[in-house]
Antibody
Framework: QVQLVESGGGVVQPGGSLRLSCAAS????????MHWVRQAPGKGLEWVAL????????YYADSMKGRFTVSRDNSRNTLYLQMNSLRSEDTAMYYC??????????WGQGTLVTVSS | QSALTQPPSVSGSPGQSVTISCTGT?????????VSWYQQPPGTAPKLMIY???NRPSGVPDRFSGSKSGNTASLTISGLQAEDEADYYC??????????FGGGTKLTVL
């Protein structure tokens, strides 16, 4: 069955960096685009980024452009999110989700990022 | 891109029907049949319930249905059950090539 497992979250100081990973299994990872979605504590879902299946096209929410970089390694079935210049408002649970069409069909359980001094 | 507008909360008794609205603009909901809905019980990851306005993935009960009129999409849950209690989010693809979510609706089963 499809499994997405995020890792790499933790506590980081404002201005710091963090790299999240999402390990995929149970489907042909290289055939699917992948999203990152985040959810601040007690708040709603916010789309972060999409990377197409071959990694050549990437799209970002305006508030993340220039600070976040999405990438993937299809040989390792792994998705990444490099987050730089982190701010307190980036504190959230970060989910990876697979893309089919224009929706998010499978989700991981998330990894928590806390930006605090 | 502003979030889609959903009511903060809805409620209903077991067996009743409830409808959750999701209002966007002509740049997202109104321009594409690319609206989806997600269920998120407390402390869990979201789960896809409806895609492309009105399609149910395998395994989602037919009590869940979706529709759209103009810039507003709707999720209707009929025959409410206690297990339906959760937060529900709509999402739409946008003309900017990005995605936007609604603010979420808390469903309480009385």
């Amino acid at each position: 069955q499809v499994q997405l497992v995020e890792s790499g979250g933790g506590v980081v100081q404002p201005g710091g960096s963090l790299r999240l990973s999402c390990a995929a299994s149970g489907f042909t990872f290289r055939s699917y685009g992948m999203h990152w979605v985040r959810q601040a504590p007690g708040k709603g879902l916010e789309w972060v980024a999409l990377i197409r299946n071959d990694g050549n096209d990437k799209y970002y929410a305006d508030s993340m452009k220039g600070r976040f970089t999405v990438s993937r390694d299809n040989s390792r079935n792994t998705l990444y999110l490099q987050m730089n210049s982190l701010r307190s408002e980036d504190t959230a649970m970060y989910y990876c989700a697979s893309r089919t069409g224009y929706y998010f069909d499978y989700w991981g359980q998330g990894t928590l990022v806390t930006v605090s001094s | 891109q502003s979030a889609l507008t959903q009511p903060p909360s809805v409620s209903g008794s077991p067996g009743q029907s409830v409808t959750i609205s999701c209002t966007g603009t002509s740049s997202d909901v109104g321009n594409y049949n690319r609206v989806s809905w997600y269920q998120q019980p407390p402390g869990t990851a979201p789960k896809l319930m409806i895609y492309e306005v009105s399609n149910r993935p395998s395994g989602v009960p037919d009590r869940f249905s979706g529709s759209k009129s103009g810039n507003t999409a709707s999720l209707t849950i009929s025959g409410l059950q206690a297990e339906d209690e959760a937060d529900y989010y709509c999402s739409s693809y946008t003309s900017s090539g990005t995605w936007v979510f609604g603010g979420g609706t808390k469903l309480t089963v009385l």
